[in-house]
């Protein structure tokens, strides 16, 4: 049962403009959600996190949005740059868990055109 | 300070073979755990250690896969007998073990296993 969702797999823009990655979950009861990255042949790295009481963290170049009542977050990107190129992936840990066990989203692969 | 180590990088085999893979955690880092990434899907996790206790295996397949964590730091993870559709990337991850949002998890490079 796929409880954090990424429903484009993939997203070409061009330098300089604006990522918009989307993410859909279904267990209200997530109250944390994390970006990770991830270059080929490399394990995943986290990028940026928010909290349910926030509507918004930002840092730096990404700035990610938390809608509550859509269980929507989405991470954007301003300005894309080549570097930014690779798959990324929302999770969620399962609420009331010591043990912090990570629900991921299949992810997006983006590409950043020069 | 080094990440998490993982070994080896690329794996082929053919099905009914055994596999092991080994991960290496960051030092002081008590929880390890190892996921399993299939192809255009997300990390699911398998089994959790904290220091060299399994507390959370319920994903892991028992009759073909086994795990160990002796002394609490480097960890192995088995296949036996591989079947093709084991083919994927395993990855060790590893955290602190903090409670709560701060136990961030930092993830391996992975092995990618290829059964023929």
């Known amino acids: 049962d796929q409880q954090v969702k990424q429903n484009s797999p993939s997203l070409s823009v061009q330098e300089g403009r604006i990522s918009i990655l989307n993410c859909d979950y279904t267990?209200?009861?997530?109250?944390?959600f994390l970006w990770y990255k991830k270059y080929p042949a490399e394990g995943p790295t986290f990028l940026i996190s928010?909290?349910?009481?926030?509507d918004k963290n930002e840092d730096g170049r990404f700035t990610v949005f938390l809608n509550k009542s859509a269980k929507h977050l989405s991470l954007h990107i301003v300005p894309s740059q080549p570097g930014d190129s690779a798959v990324y992936f929302c999770?969620?840990?399962?609420?009331?868990?010591?043990?912090?066990?990570?629900?991921f989203g299949a992810g997006t692969t983006v590409t950043v055109r020069a | 300070e080094a990440g998490v180590v993982q070994s080896p990088r690329y794996k082929i085999i053919e099905k009914k073979q055994p596999v092991a893979f080994w991960c290496n955690p960051i030092?002081?880092?008590?929880?390890l755990y190892w996921y399993l990434q299939n192809l255009g899907q997300g990390p699911e996790l398998l089994i959790r250690?904290?220091?060299?206790?399994?507390?959370?295996d319920s994903q892991l397949p028992k009759d073909r896969f086994s795990a160990e964590r002796l002394k609490g730091v480097d960890s192995t993870l088995k296949i036996q007998p591989a079947e093709l559709g084991d083919s994927a990337v395993y990855l060790c991850?590893?955290?602190?073990?903090?409670?709560?949002?701060?136990?961030?998890?930092?993830f391996g490079p992975g092995t990618r296993l290829t059964v023929l």
């Open positions: 991850a590893s955290s602190l073990g903090l409670a709560g949002d701060e136990n961030e998890q930092f």
């Open positions: 267990n209200s009861m997530f109250d944390y």
């Open positions: 928010i909290s349910s009481i926030k």
């Open positions: 999770a969620a840990p399962f609420p009331f868990s010591n043990d912090y066990k990570l629900s």
């Open positions: 030092s002081g880092h008590n929880t």
């Open positions: 250690y904290e220091n060299e206790e399994a507390v959370d």
